[in-house]
């Protein structure tokens, strides 16, 4: 409803202006960006008919949407929005702004159950308490829509032969053997019936084991009605994507060859899959031009924003079927969304008797037929089948529920042993307990996590004294491979540079300032350079590692890959920058090709997404009066700790360490909502 007509020729100049002073005055303190601002006044400009107070009400909160949207929220709470102070303008409280906003035009209210109805061309959206742009609520309807369409769908397995393979690709029924349930096996078992499932899991619990035993089954099926399916693998970065095709070549070659026929190795990226367009945000499959394939297997979608999932889920054909493959505990992605969170956000809960908790008659039923023993173990183990397993832990008889079916969590992790610091740790993270982590890290008994404490302040020991004595430390520890590194390309060797480049890794909180990114680059590279290793005086040196920060399409680099600069052994007074391909093949790059790229001595956290090393040097900044610890948090800590495959050292005072694992990333989203508040069909 509209307000009845102001006297706008009344309107006072004044008015104007008090608006103008405030969205300049949120401009200048940096609160709203110039975007904000001028949505904020695109939305004062529309809003001609509301009463002035009202008028401010609706554009402020409409630049303050459009600034959350910029922090990677998908939607903004409106009892966050109550309140809040805006240039000493106070929006009302949550009721107050509601009916705010009934009156504006700029903004269409929506009834709660609205699922992917509609299209809207206002600006704003409010559904479920919660103000979006009407772009973003378009992607999260859309998205919601098509997860849980493809969600209800499952196919009838011929249970014979889904028995027979499944005995040819898990020998030993562990299920029955050991009195402890397989998850891999019954994630198999789960995904090959749904058209769309995810299984989630930390580092080494063995995702892409499963999957590739899944594929085997799924074209062992289809071989049975002489048909091979279209399988395509995809992951969000270059860097992830070679990862994939590296491991699922490993997981590949450990099955019994009949299995392994039409299994795809090769994964792109997910931008490559839906055919980039130059300088636009469409690609060239979507709804109407689909993608062609029958099923897809996503790696690495916690990285994967919410833009991009809806418009990879609207680019499926409708027979697909979808695999997500993941880990939810770590960072979310850079842009929008934490759309992988929102989708396993069951695991995430208390869940102590929550219907999510539990697989459906249905699925129960099925997973029986397919694993022997299965209901033996359960009657005889009760509810509580595997007390370690973190969420799904029962099987228990319910009514379909949202994703119920489609989620499967490995937790046991065939890389780190229980004895392990780094699985240890990895477990105490997720759960914030700051004492538990502080307690691991001093243990003396784990010898593959080491805390190098950089002290509070103290009158003997200064931040900044204890702080340099500790980062030369750092520098020294890490001398010895980059010695073998340098050596390692003096003699042309680039496999054993590459290899030493794997070995370790310093990861940092932050691209600036103390403990960050470019004071380390800088420090490792003057010592380098007085030890007369390198020579710094030249910007491509021999040695300078560097990895790339932008797609190069055409030159089929990607960002996040890594690469050296070493003289062309043909032609010595040639410098060029030397990648290896996931395929083996050695590249070499005149410098002045080279897409934007940083040094790589050491790398953001955000950056290592996606990566693995040997050693891991986790730096935390120094959390003092100038800085309060903002962008450290506990999923950060966790997704630089998985990076570590043998050896973790954190470097962080005791202080920035319980910041960061009692701060949460959090992104507003009612993704999670629409997902698993709806009723099963
Ligand atoms: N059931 C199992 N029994 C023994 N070893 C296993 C099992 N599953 C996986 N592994 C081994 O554990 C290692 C990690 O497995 P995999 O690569 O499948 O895990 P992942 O979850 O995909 O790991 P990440 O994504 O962290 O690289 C591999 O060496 C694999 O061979």
């Known amino acids: 409803m509209v307000n009845a007509a102001p006297n706008l020729d009344a309107r006072t100049h004044t008015e104007e202006c008090s608006f103008k002073r405030i969205v300049n005055d949120l401009l200048e303190l940096g609160v709203f960006r110039a975007i904000d601002y001028a949505f904020a006044e695109f939305v004062y400009q529309q809003e001609v008919n509301l009463a002035e107070d009202l008028r401010l009400q609706v554009a402020l909160l409409a630049g303050y949407v459009s600034l959350q949207t910029g922090e990677q929220h998908t939607c903004i709470e409106l009892k966050e929005l109550a309140k809040l102070n805006l240039a000493g303008f106070v929006l009302p409280d949550a009721e107050g702004l509601f009916q705010s906003l009934q009156q504006a035009n700029t903004v269409e209210i929506l009834a709660s159950d609205i699922q992917a109805t509609g299209k809207y061309s206002s600006p704003l959206i409010l559904q479920n308490n919660k103000v979006y742009l009407q772009r973003y609520w378009q992607y999260e309807v859309n998205l919601a829509g098509k997860i849980l369409e493809m969600a209800v769908k ?10 027979t393979l499944l005995t040819g690709l898990f020998p030993k029924d562990k299920c029955v053997q050991t009195e402890e349930l397989d998850w891999q096996k019954i994630a198999v078992c789960i995904a090959s019936s749904q058209k769309f499932s995810v299984i989630s899991g930390g580092p080494g619990t063995g995702k892409t084991t499963t999957v590739t035993k899944l594929l085997a089954l799924l074209q062992g099926l289809a071989a049975k009605q002489n048909k091979v399916l279209n399988i395509q693998l995809a992951a969000p970065t270059g860097k992830a994507a070679a990862r994939l095709t590296e491991s699922i070549r490993g997981a590949k070659s450990k099955l019994p060859e009949p299995l392994q026929n039409h299994l795809p190795e090769q994964c792109q990226t ?14 060239k499959t979507d709804q109407f031009q689909p993608l062609h394939l029958d099923v897809l297997v996503l790696d690495e979608a916690s990285m994967v924003d919410l833009p991009l999932m809806a418009k990879l889920f609207d680019a499926l054909p409708k027979q697909a079927q979808v695999i997500l493959l993941g880990d939810q505990d770590q960072l979310a992605s850079v842009e929008t969304g934490s759309v992988l969170a929102d989708i396993c956000q069951p695991y995430n809960l208390n869940l102590g008797g929550d219907k999510l908790a539990g697989y459906s008659p249905k699925m129960y039923d099925r997973l029986s037929q397919l694993i022997d023993g299965l209901s033996d173990l359960i009657l005889e183990q009760g509810v509580q089948i595997h007390a370690n397993e973190r969420a799904v832990t029962h099987l228990i008889k319910q009514e379909p529920f949202g994703l119920q079916d489609n989620l499967v969590q490995l937790v046991k992790s065939h890389r780190f042993s229980d004895d392990s610091g780094i699985g240890q740790l990895a477990k105490a993270i997720k759960t914030g307990d700051v004492v538990l982590v502080q307690d691991l890290l001093k243990e003396k008994s784990f010898t ?8 509070q302040n103290s009158v003997k020991n200064n931040q900044k004294v204890v702080s340099e004595q500790i980062l ?3 520098i020294t520890k890490l001398l010895p491979v980059f010695k073998l590194y340098l050596k390692a390309i003096k003699q042309g060797d680039l496999a054993l540079a590459f290899n030493c480049l794997h070995q370790q890794q310093v990861l940092c909180a932050q691209k600036t300032g103390l403990w960050g990114v470019e004071q380390i680059n800088s420090l490792m590279e003057n010592e380098l350079h007085q030890q007369g290793l390198i020579d710094k005086s030249k910007d491509f040196y021999t040695g300078r590692p560097v990895m790339l920060s932008k797609n190069d399409h055409q030159l089929k680099l990607f960002n996040g890959d890594i690469g050296l600069v070493m003289p062309d052994p043909n032609q010595a007074d040639l410098i060029k920058v030397w990648f290896i391909t996931p395929e083996g093949e050695i590249r070499g790059l005149l410098p002045s090709r080279l897409p934007s790229h940083e040094t790589l001595y050491a790398m953001t956290i955000h950056k290592s997404q996606g990566s693995e090393f040997e050693s891991v040097y986790l730096c935390l900044p120094l959390v003092n009066n100038n800085y309060g610890g903002r962008g450290l948090s506990r999923e950060l800590l966790y997704t630089g700790l998985t990076r570590a495959k043998k050896q973790f050292y954190l470097f962080a005072q005791p202080q ?20 698993h508040n709806s009723k099963a069909t």
């Not at 009838?156 to 028995?163: K, S």
């Not at 920035?656 to 997902?675: D, E, F, H, T």
């Open 656 to 675: 920035a360490l319980a910041l960061s694992l009692s701060q949460q990333c959090k992104r507003s989203s009612g993704l999670a909502q629409r997902l």
């Open 472 to 474: 030369k430390q750092l």
């Open 154 to 163: 499952s196919h009838d397995l011929n249970i014979i032969e889904t028995q």
């Open 448 to 455: 593959d996590i080491n805390w190098y404490q950089l002290k």
């Open 270 to 283: 997910i931008h490559r899959l839906l055919g980039a367009l130059p300088m636009s945000p469409y690609f």
